[in-house]
């Protein structure tokens, strides 16, 4: 019997709308993320757990380890036979990465109890198939920081999917998931078929220099670039509250705010801890819309998936 886990991650950064991700943990050890328990069987059997299983389809064919499972076979021409057990920790539609979370697990755990068959890129490629099938179009930027930790680039040329790249470890994530669900598929409609050419190099300048500033340890003028000018414009309005809030914490004293993936949970950078727990704070007060929610104050997870 094995055990993976996968972290929870922040997709676009603000400044990388689907080309970066960081996976996240937090200080205090909870673990935020899914699990995968797997061992060899003689008949295939899927049980889920966990205190989000119950948001989950019923049906074997829509669900995600199931879907893992029919693509890890057809790649490695296996015909072979795995009892898992998914523990569902993470909420859907958080914008944490939770379907990434399910995945990574997943695919981590087939290919470790079968000797590895796959290749990173081999299995970050399917990976993203899966996170296509559910959010309507292929993207890394979840599933790459949660298989492979720290903060990812999307690359996905000449056979490199994601390429790790420097980031100010100190920082702190504080992350706040108000307890409701935003729908990546939908939040991916709303965004325009196209932008102005204005706009265009406005994101390739911010992108490209915030990697320049992670890699020559510029952190002041990393954390300026921390600008979203893709998505956030028109997904806050799917937030109640963002907005208010971003103005909020800014002047508690956090260092950049963003949506995390598609929302609704929002992020913010914080360099020292007592700012870090003013944030939290708040955000726990007037950011959360029910009981569900919650805030973590986070580190970067450089491990990504493991066994546990
Ligand atoms: N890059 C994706 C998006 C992440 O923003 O739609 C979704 O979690």
């Known amino acids: 019997m094995i055990k993976i886990y996968a972290p929870a991650s922040i997709g676009n950064v603000s400044v990388g709308f689907d080309l ?27 049980n889920i757990i966990g205190k989000f299983a119950n948001q989950l389809p019923k049906k074997i064919n829509q669900n995600i380890v199931w879907k893992a499972w029919k693509i890890f076979l057809k790649t490695t021409q296996k015909k072979k036979n795995v009892h ?26 087939m290919n470790v109890i079968f000797n590895n068959p796959l290749n990173d890129e081999q299995l970050l490629k399917i990976m993203g198939v899966l996170e296509g099938e559910i959010s309507g179009s292929i993207h890394y930027d979840n599933v790459a920081p949660s298989y492979l930790g720290g903060m990812q680039l999307i690359i996905n040329e000449m056979n490199i999917i994601s390429q790790k790249i420097p980031i100010f470890e100190h920082w702190f994530w504080v992350v706040a998931w108000p307890g409701t669900k935003v729908s990546t598929e939908k939040a991916r409609f709303i965004l325009p078929k196209t932008y102005k050419k204005k706009t265009c190099i406005q994101h390739s300048k ?73 944030v939290s704070k708040w955000l726990n007060n007037n950011y959360l819309q029910n009981k569900n929610g919650f805030v973590h104050i986070c580190h970067l997870d450089t491990k990504g998936s493991r066994i546990i």
């Open 206 to 278: 911010f992108l490209a220099s915030f990697i320049h500033a992670t890699y020559s340890m510029q952190e002041k003028l990393a954390l300026y670039l921390l600008k979203d000018h893709i998505a956030e414009p028109y997904r806050k309005k799917l937030l109640p509250g963002f907005s208010n809030a971003k103005k909020n914490i800014i002047k508690i004293g956090a260092l950049s705010c963003g949506i995390s993936g598609s929302g609704p949970t929002l992020f913010a950078i914080c360099k020292k801890l007592n700012i870090a727990e003013k």
């Open 20 to 46: 970066l991700g960081v996976a996240i943990k937090p200080i205090n050890g909870t673990l935020l993320g899914d699990c995968i328990q797997i061992k060899k069987s003689d008949n295939f059997k899927i």
């Open 84 to 109: 898992i057990t998914l523990e569902k920790n993470m909420p859907i539609g958080s914008g944490l990465g939770s379907s990434a979370c399910s995945i990574v697990s997943s695919l981590h755990a």
